[in-house]
């Protein structure tokens, strides 16, 4: 689970994670519940039938399709369901291919694309945006994620400036504090974004848990877990749906060797892929055998029809599932593809890890020299570049 999939509640905030759908699955029983349907009485079902209905009888309204998409994106984001992305695309149909749609189809277009890690693509769209909107707050903002999460920290640090004047306060530090926090400037970062939350006052829940988020993250690179759990919970209280926090949560609860905790938290998640292998990495620390056995292979089949389909998005959590497996070696080979696509503090302790594992040292060398070039700070990788150097 990455960033770019939690930037589509950072959209949603100015105006999406995705989980790769499992092989055909066959119930034990006629009686067995696959899954619990919107209701149709449902005030957001009514709402977006309602603009269905307009859009199939205006299909070349781009006001309405982009409101239309803009709803089916953020509710896409706060059920964890991809086939809302889908729909989404769909409202925008008449434009998606042409190679500049108007400005605002032009936006939702990048914010889907960067959602399948279509980078390249994405950025396209978000420079034509601001080539005719300089002052797009919105795009601004996803441009300056997508360069973090793809480790352009420069560019990145002259997109979040550009915000300054167009976004507010918070937003605008937090966007700053996301690349100081991975380029030696970690320690102000996490202090400055601390203190510009607690004066903010009345903020959007939706935001609160964004940053809070953050901070737990950065308070647990130093290895601050008292801080982290804090920070962890107060995010939680807003907001415990929210899959991208259950995810890093998860991650810090594994870290601490608290795996029940998780077992307990991700209950009824399971329909998500990245909370799944977070289960049974906690079942695997509890040395649970059967239950892990059942999601060892639910896990597989996933995977599978993601390769199937040609799908990148999960490459970090699949190199996680195969170290599970014990299977450095496409461990590694995962690992590795997925850090030419993206470079978070995750994606550099997956490949440590696999690297660790697979007792390779020169595989790791690309890591290495990145985290010496940009002056990483993040204990959990220390102790994996310090296993490596033992290894060696």
Not at 148 to 158: E, F, I, K, P, R
Not at 323 to 342: F, G, M, V, Y
Not at 384 to 390: F, N
Request: glycine fraction near 4%.
């Amino acid at each position: 689970m990455t960033r770019i999939q939690n930037l589509l509640s950072l959209i949603a905030l100015l105006g999406a994670a995705l989980c790769a759908q499992a092989a055909p699955y066959l119930p034990a029983s006629g009686a067995q519940v696959i899954e619990t349907l919107p209701r149709r009485g449902d005030p957001v079902q009514q709402e977006l039938r309602r603009l269905r209905a307009q859009l199939n009888a205006q299909p070349n309204d781009v006001a309405l399709a982009a409101t239309l998409a803009r709803r089916y994106i953020a509710l896409g984001r706060s059920e964890t369901d991809p086939r809302y992305l889908g729909y989404a695309q769909a409202a925008l149909a008449p434009w998606w291919r042409q190679p500049a749609p108007p400005p605002e189809v032009r936006l939702l277009r990048a914010t889907l694309l960067q959602s399948t890690h279509q980078f390249p693509a994405a950025l396209a769209d978000l420079q034509g945006v601001l080539a005719q909107e300089p002052k797009n707050a919105q795009a601004w903002l996803t441009l300056a994620t997508v360069q973090t999460v793809q480790g352009d920290y420069a560019n990145a640090t002259s997109s979040c400036a550009r915000l300054s004047a167009l976004a507010n306060e918070l937003i605008t530090v937090t966007c700053v504090a996301q690349v100081g926090a991975v380029t030696g400037r970690a320690a102000p970062s996490e202090k400055l974004l601390a203190l510009t939350l607690e004066r903010s006052g009345a903020t959007k829940p939706e935001l609160q848990v964004w940053v809070l988020t953050l901070l737990a993250e950065m308070a647990q690179r130093r290895d601050a877990a008292t801080v982290a759990e804090a920070r962890f919970q107060r995010a939680l209280a807003l907001d415990p749906h929210d899959s991208y926090l259950l995810g890093a949560y998860s991650d810090f609860l594994l870290e601490q060797k608290r795996p029940s905790r998780v077992e307990a938290l991700l209950a009824d998640q399971t329909r998500i892929d990245a909370l799944l292998l977070r289960r049974a990495l906690a079942l695997q620390q509890q040395g649970k055998t059967a239950p892990l056995a059942a999601d060892v292979a639910e896990l597989a089949a996933r995977f599978d029809a993601a390769m199937l389909r040609g799908d990148t998005v999960h490459q970090r959590e699949q190199a996680r599932f195969e170290l599970l497996r014990r299977d450095t070696t496409k461990a590694l080979a995962l690992a590795r593809k997925n850090w030419s696509i993206q470079k978070e503090p995750a994606d550099i302790r997956i490949y440590l890890e696999a690297a660790v594992q697979a007792r390779d040292r020169e595989a790791a060398q690309p890591v290495l020299d990145w985290i010496a070039k940009h002056k990483t700070e993040d204990a959990a990788a220390a102790r994996l570049v310090r296993q490596l150097g033992e290894s060696a």
